[in-house]
Structures are given as C-alpha cells and as structure tokens.
C-alpha cells in the first residue's frame, strides 16, 4: 500500500475495498495502542464523556407550533432523542420534556445506524414535517414524513430515499424536492442538480419538473417564504460556491431578480436584502463590496430600486449575520473580531436602527425564535473562558430587562482562574496584519518552553470567534497549556475583502499569516517550535497540510483533521468539484501551477524530517474522500516519518456520530498534543 510513483492514487478507487479496510485497521489500532497507553488519558476520555453527556449543557431549541424542540445526546441517549417543551416549560431549570422520537429505540426496531440530521416543517402551523435520517453521519440522508402530533411517521406519507436532498414545503400537500432522481440527475458537486414540484401520492418520477441546472453547477433549490400577506415561491442555482441566480416563481414562469451574480439576496416581506460580496454600481451610485442594502421587492424585481444602505464595512468591521424577526432585522457585527449588534426597524419606508447594548466579553449569536409571527430571537453570548449564557429578547424592546434574566446558562465545565485572553497582530510577508487571540495563565513566564496550539481554518468566508470550549478548556487550559486562535486571511473577519484575498492564486496568503502568527508566538517567546503544535480540520486541514511541508521546523506536533490534502484530484472527489471557486481547477495547467506549490500531499520529499502528524478522518465523511488523509499518511510512513493515524467508522465529516466517539476523538487528540509538546495531563 506504499506510494506507487506510477499510480499514486490507488488508494482512491476503492472505500470499502479490503486492501484500505486492512490499512485502516492496522493504523487505529496502532494509534490507539500508542495513545491510550498514555497516563492520564482514561481520566482524560472519561472527564470528556461527562462533559457531553452533561444535562448542564444548553439545550437549545427552535420554536414550532408554540413548542421548543430540541435534539439532545447522553449517556442514556446514545443516538439521542428529539424532543419538546412548551416555552414555560423550557424556562424551568430541568424542564419536563416531552419525548417526540427516541432515535436509539427507532435504529434499535429499523436495525439501522442512524443519525439525526434535522427537521423540515411546514409554517406556519407545524403540523407535518420532514426528518432527515443519515446512515453513520454521511451528508447523504433518508427524508421521512412526520406527523408531529401523533409522534409517528406518516403512512404513505412523502418518503425519499438516502440522497443528498433538498426539500421543502409548498403546502400540505406540495413538497419542493431536488433529490437524486436517477443518472444525469446530480450536478458534478454531487448535490441536486433538478428540482421538482412533488404532489402528495404522485410517483417522484411523474413530477413537475420546476428548474434544471447545469451539470457543472454547484446544486439547485427551491422554497416557499411562508411569511403571511407575502408568500412567495423561490428557486436558487447556486452556479459555484459564491456565485447564483435567484429567481421568483410567477405561476409557470420564473422571474430573475437583477442581483450581481456574487451577492446574495433574501426577501423580508416587502422588501428585498442585497448583501455584496463585491462593489456594485447602480444607476450612478456606488456601493461597496462587504454592504448590505434594502429596497422595495418589487420595485427591484422590475430594475428600478432605490437602494438605502443598511450597513457599510470599515476597515476593521464587517457583517456577521442577519437575523429575520416580523418586525426587524437584527445585523451582527464584527468589530476588530468582537460582536456587536444593530437593530433595524421599518417605519414609513425608511429604516431606523439603534445599537444595542450587550455584553462584550466575546462572540454574540442571535436567531430566530420561530420563523413566522413573532420578535422573539434567541441570543447567545460567549468567551473563550465565559460559559455560554442564552437569553430570550425581543426587538423592539428594551435590551436590561432581558439581560438581567437568563433562559439558561452553560456550568462551568474547567477551572479558569488565572486565565486571561489577550489580542494581538502578526505581520505577514506581505505587511497585512494579521489578528489572533492567545488564552493562557496570568504570569505564566515568557521562555519559550509553554506548550501551545495554534487553531486556524482561512478559507470560505468563516469567521473565527471567541467561544467557549468546554473540551479544549478541560482538555489543555485547565492543565497549563496556551490556547491560540488565528483570524487569518480566507474566513470572514473583515468581510469579503478578508475572504476573496486568498481566493484561488492568491491560496498562498493564508498559508504564510499561518506560519507568521507562530513566528510571532516564538518571538514573544511565548512558545517555540519544540511545544508548538497547529490544529485544523478541513480547509484547516489542508491549512495545517500545507504549512507542515512549508515550514517542518517550525512545529512540534500536528493535527489534522477530515483534510484536503491532494489538491490534484480534490474536484473529482464527492462534494469536492464545489470547491472550484474558493482552489480553483487544477485540469487547467495554469491553475495547477499554483495549486500544485502548495498542495500538500505533492510536497511531501524525501530526506525532509517532518514534524509528527496525527490525521484524523472518518470512512463515513462523504464530503472530504478520506483517501485525502489515508494518502498522505502512506507517502510521510513510507518517507520514515512520524505518523498516527486514526479513521473513525462512522461520523461523517464531524469525525464521530455520538458523544462516546466525540470524547474518544479529542481525547486522542489532546493526549497526542500533550505527549509531543510536553504538557502533563
């Protein structure tokens, strides 16, 4: 199973196949003899285990048909249950909750695997809706209809079989579905690439065909706004990953709204939100890349909107999120990396907004209460050493009152005395300045002997904020270690200028804040390269990939998890062809020149002493092929070099399906940091 210079990804043709099953088997149990032989590890993978079967955890809900639901895992629930409480209910500190479905007991009588992966109501009202079931934690999921009143599925009801779906509801009767109808159906991303209008008893084969997309698009889709007084019917090609075409259904006809092809675009009742990924220029005004804009529906619709300015970006702020309640809109703000939030009102055609006054230990999350009808909405607050607390608000009202009763508030699940979150700048090659936050002990001394994780992901627009990590708390905080995390070029911090600077040829530019932030971290002498180790999962795998091979020295220990790693083939694996427009396409030559610089997996040379790498993966992840991670550990074994490797069974590409393989995972991961960076558990 070495690397074959001829045929160097075999290890891609076959998942199931024994040959990768056998290498498999003997990598786990090889990592797993290696790393929970180690002291303190039992105590480590037990304390993690309490954590998340902990019932002090929040329990957070979504409101339908005047209920809070809820999916919830424990040591009782393996695979958890879904359940609900009425709101007065759920405000008590152990809530009687009412059990919806017992998913153990459904896998246990269907002698299935299953997974939750959500619901889909019908609004308003909720009284059906569809539950996705995954098979081992896969993306691909079975859609089921349920009646929620009686507690049971559907006879007869809307079924679709394993696929990677979308689905919504028209009206009782009506479903919108894009699903895999047969061959031709899915687009090279492996998502839908048909949607239809499916009626209740209609063979899925006999229904109306509503849109077709192109092969080479990313997916198609298709919903009703259920707002009462402006429903509307809509229907998105989603063409890559950041461009689209939105369209509104007029009876048979589909009308394109005039957005630029990079912008998204959403519609709150009788107005439509614009939010600009790039500048745009309309009928002689200027508006710039990262603003969100309003305007009448259908004014726009018809080509001749006025626009007002909801937001505009500055060079250290960008928006975060938009939360949708009946009478406001609640943007989420991004100052400097911190949150605050804004609060937009409509009143005789203008928007009135005011700020509101929140807590600013960290990161703040809103969201809806219910979809349709009310101002409630959700806020979450949180820090890297600040439980998470929950409130209940409502817009329009004043903030105090609210603020000073909790819904729920997180336990603390590690010690935090002593421990203080600093911000500071690295400066890039190329002079950008790059944030990033360390959390460690007050006085711990600056001799570069301090073990320490540097966290980074750079890609996809996703914004890295503080929160509060119960694991990586009990795991490494509470036993000395220093906790870093990098808002480095690629995610969403500053907007999309931050994001679209390491698009494609400009790839480069994450991988060198990456390693800048840990010159910066040895030049305080926070650390050195003997106890620093990088972590990163994903896009931050292919993060932690890349810069292993740029700068070996730099590091002492690596984890990589559920990664890209071989960006020659990435676009003919499962969901990778989506990804084109954050890589590029490496069949062009031109783009494989810059995309085979950094790819890791084609980086790897003989004679180079790597630092020890742990990957992790899951043979279940059906968006990242696990051959990305099987490869490249292969070629760094048959290089001589230290390697770990370990492929959970099930999980998807969250690496594990409930909390037992959750506390195994980080257990294994904290303990092989520890061990590498000399930090006693």
């Not at 250290?316 to 609640?330: E, F, I, K, P, Y």
């Not at 690596?558 to 890589?583: I, N, T």
Request: charged share 25%; with cysteine; glycine share 10%.
């Amino acid at each position: 199973m070495l690397h074959d210079p001829d045929d160097p990804f075999r290890w891609l043709e076959d998942l199931e196949g024994e040959p990768a099953r056998a290498w498999v088997g003997e990598r786990n149990a090889a990592t797993q003899a290696t790393l929970e032989a180690q002291p303190g590890f039992a105590g480590l993978r037990t304390r993690l285990t309490s954590i998340l079967d902990s019932v002090g955890k929040i329990p957070y809900a979504g409101c339908h048909g005047k209920l809070l639901y809820n999916f919830w895992r424990d040591a009782s629930h393996v695979r958890g249950i879904w359940r609900r409480a009425t709101l007065e209910e759920y405000r008590k500190p152990e809530p009687a909750w009412e059990t919806v479905i017992d998913l153990d007991a459904l896998a246990l009588a269907e002698s299935e695997n299953w997974v939750w992966g959500g619901a889909t109501w019908i609004e308003p009202g909720a009284a059906r809706c569809l539950v996705s079931l995954s098979r081992g934690g896969g993306d691909a999921r079975v859609v089921r209809e349920f009646d929620p009143i009686a507690k049971r599925f559907v006879d007869d009801g809307f079924v679709l079989a394993e696929a990677k779906s979308d689905v919504a509801w028209i009206d009782h009767d009506t479903l919108f579905v894009g699903t895999d109808f047969g061959p031709g159906s899915m687009t090279d991303s492996g998502y839908p690439r048909i949607v239809k209008q499916w009626r209740r008893g209609q063979p899925l084969d006999a229904a109306l065909t509503v849109f077709e997309a192109q092969a080479s698009d990313m997916s198609v889709s298709s919903w009703r706004d259920q707002t009462p007084g402006f429903e509307r019917e809509f229907v998105l090609r989603q063409v890559g990953f950041y461009s689209s075409e939105l369209f509104v259904r007029d009876g048979d006809r589909l009308r394109k709204l005039p957005k630029p092809d990079d912008a998204k675009a959403f519609a709150v009742r009788s107005q439509v939100v614009v939010e600009l990924r790039s500048d745009w220029e309309v009928d002689g005004r200027h508006y710039p890349q990262g603003a969100l804009l309003a305007a009448d529906f259908d004014t726009f619709l018809d080509g001749v909107p006025a626009f007002e300015v909801l937001f505009a970006p500055t060079p250290s702020t960008s928006l975060d999120g938009v939360t949708v309640t009946r009478d406001a809109l609640l943007l989420t703000l991004l100052d400097k990396v911190k949150n605050r939030i804004v609060e937009l009102h409509l009143e005789d055609g203008v928007w009135r907004r005011r700020e509101l006054a929140l807590p600013s230990i960290g990161a703040l999350e809103a969201w809806a209460y219910d979809e349709v009808g009310s101002n409630l909405y959700f806020l979450a607050v949180t820090g890297f050493t600040e439980p998470t607390t929950l409130y209940l608000m409502e817009a329009g009202k004043e903030e105090s009152h609210a603020l000073r009763a909790p819904l729920k508030a997180m336990p603390a699940f590690f010690d935090a005395a002593g421990l203080a979150t600093t911000q500071f700048e690295a400066h890039s090659p190329d002079g950008t300045r790059v944030p990033y936050f360390v959390v460690m002990r007050q006085g711990a001394p600056l001799d570069g002997a301090n073990p320490t994780v540097l966290y980074g992901y750079g890609g996809f627009e996703v914004s890295l904020k503080p929160a509060y990590g119960a694991i990586s708390g009990a795991a490494w905080l509470e036993a000395g270690g220093v906790y870093v995390l990098a808002n480095i070029r690629g995610g969403g911090e500053f907007g999309p200028r931050w994001h679209q600077a390491a698009l494609k040829e400009h790839r480069q530019r994450p991988f060198d804040d990456f390693i800048a932030v840990a010159d910066d971290l040895v030049r305080r002498k926070l650390t050195s390269p003997p106890h620093l180790g990088i972590m990163g999962g994903s896009n931050g795998g292919l993060l932690v990939g890349a810069v292993l091979t740029q700068r070996p020295e730099l590091f002492g220990a690596v984890v990589c998890q559920v990664p890209l790693l071989d960006m020659r083939r990435y676009h003919q694996l499962l969901a990778g062809a989506s990804w084109m427009g954050e890589y590029g396409n490496p069949d062009i030559p031109a783009e494989w020149e810059w995309i085979g610089r950094y790819s890791p997996y084609h980086n790897l040379h003989p004679g180079t002493a790597y630092p020890p790498v742990l990957f992790t993966s899951s043979t279940r992840d059906d968006r990242v092929h696990p051959g990305h991670a099987r490869k490249m550990a292969a070629r760094m074994l048959e290089l001589g070099q230290e390697v770990l490797y370990w492929e959970n069974t099930e999980g998807g590409h969250a690496g594990a399906a409930d909390n037992a393989q959750t506390a195994r995972m980080w257990a294994l991961t904290w303990t092989y940091l520890a061990l590498k960076l000399r930090l006693g558990l």
